[in-house]
């Protein structure tokens, strides 16, 4: 194959199958949550809810110490991903520097540089929103979690659940925006890293964002099961 077309091959399949897995990850927690990690760990947050604000009096500061953590955690993404966001916009902007040309074998053009780059920067950029996002709905978590008022109405608890697994999930979003920031950053060396990077991070998140039979009887067992009944949504 020639040199310049392994970005028009490689590139699209690296990125297709990484496509792929996370379109089978989004229809397996719809369908199956307890197999995937987003799915029992949301749903282990909604018992959490449903646990704290029984008396939220007595756990309001429990309530508000852990909502905090998981603040301060969106809180260093965001930073990092703004932070790598304006290096690369100076980088872009001065060109003061280049990856050595003999380490990379591939479309070596200008303007296949500057896409590459462009589409890190992209990803820095959603991993900074979606962090943001967490952090909204994190803080507003935190006051929902302490009102009294709401301690015997169960649609408002479920409204608090919802509310914390959608900061959650767009942690997970931002999250997932670093991970593939990895095959994007390898694609400025060259097609072939990236793709064997594509290749490779599939398996790894397979490993990460799956649990095993033995994990989920284990969370059956060491939670205690809530008559409550949730949809979709209050999972997702």
């Given at each position: 194959?020639?040199?310049?077309?392994?970005?028009?091959?490689?590139?699209?399949?690296?990125?297709?199958?990484?496509?792929?897995?996370?379109?089978?990850?989004?229809?397996?927690?719809?369908?199956?949550?307890?197999?995937?990690?987003?799915?029992?760990?949301?749903?282990?947050?909604?018992?959490?809810?449903?646990?704290?604000?029984?008396?939220?009096?007595?756990?309001?500061?429990?309530a508000?110490?852990?909502?905090?953590?998981?603040?301060?955690?969106?809180?260093?993404?965001?930073?990092?991903?703004?932070?790598?966001?304006?290096l690369?916009?100076?980088?872009?902007?001065?060109?003061?520097?280049?990856?050595?040309?003999?380490?990379?074998?591939g479309?070596?053009?200008?303007?296949?540089?500057?896409?590459?780059?462009?589409?890190?920067?992209?990803?820095?950029?959603?991993?900074?929103?979606?962090?943001v996002?967490?952090?909204?709905?994190?803080?507003?978590?935190?006051?929902?979690?302490?009102?009294?008022?709401?301690?015997?109405?169960?649609?408002?608890?479920?409204?608090?659940?919802?509310?914390?697994?959608r900061?959650?999930?767009?942690?997970?979003?931002?999250?997932?925006?670093?991970?593939?920031?990895?095959?994007?950053?390898?694609w400025?060396?060259?097609p072939?890293?990236?793709?064997?990077?594509?290749?490779?991070?599939?398996?790894?998140?397979?490993?990460?964002?799956?649990?095993?039979?033995?994990?989920?009887?284990?969370?059956?067992?060491?939670?205690?099961?809530?008559?409550?009944?949730?949809?979709?949504?209050?999972?997702?």
């Open positions: 194959m020639k040199e310049k077309h392994l970005d028009l091959v490689l590139v699209p399949l690296g990125m297709g199958m990484l496509l792929f897995y996370h379109f089978w990850l989004l229809f397996t927690i719809t369908r199956n949550p307890t197999r995937t990690v987003i799915g029992l760990n949301a749903e282990s947050r909604r018992k959490w809810v449903f646990s704290l604000m029984d008396d939220p009096l007595k756990n309001g500061v429990l508000v110490q852990t909502i905090r953590n998981n603040i301060m955690a969106s809180t260093l993404l965001a930073t990092a991903a703004i932070t790598l966001s304006s690369i916009s100076v980088y872009v902007s001065n060109k003061s520097s280049s990856p050595s040309s003999g380490f990379v074998y479309n070596k053009s200008q303007l296949m540089s500057s896409v590459k780059l462009f589409a890190i920067l992209v990803c820095f950029l959603v991993a900074f929103l979606c962090n996002q967490s952090i909204r709905y994190y803080a507003h978590v935190s006051f929902l979690a302490t009102v009294p008022a709401y301690q015997d109405r169960k649609e408002a608890i479920e409204y608090v659940a919802r509310h914390l697994n900061g959650s999930f767009f942690w997970s979003l931002g999250l997932r925006a670093f991970y593939l920031s990895f095959p994007l950053f390898l400025v060396f060259g072939i890293p990236m793709f064997v990077c594509c290749f490779t991070m599939i398996f790894v998140l397979y490993f990460l964002d799956t649990t095993s039979n033995f994990t989920r009887e284990m969370h059956s067992h060491s939670i205690k099961e809530e008559t409550v009944g949730g949809d979709v949504e209050s999972i997702v």
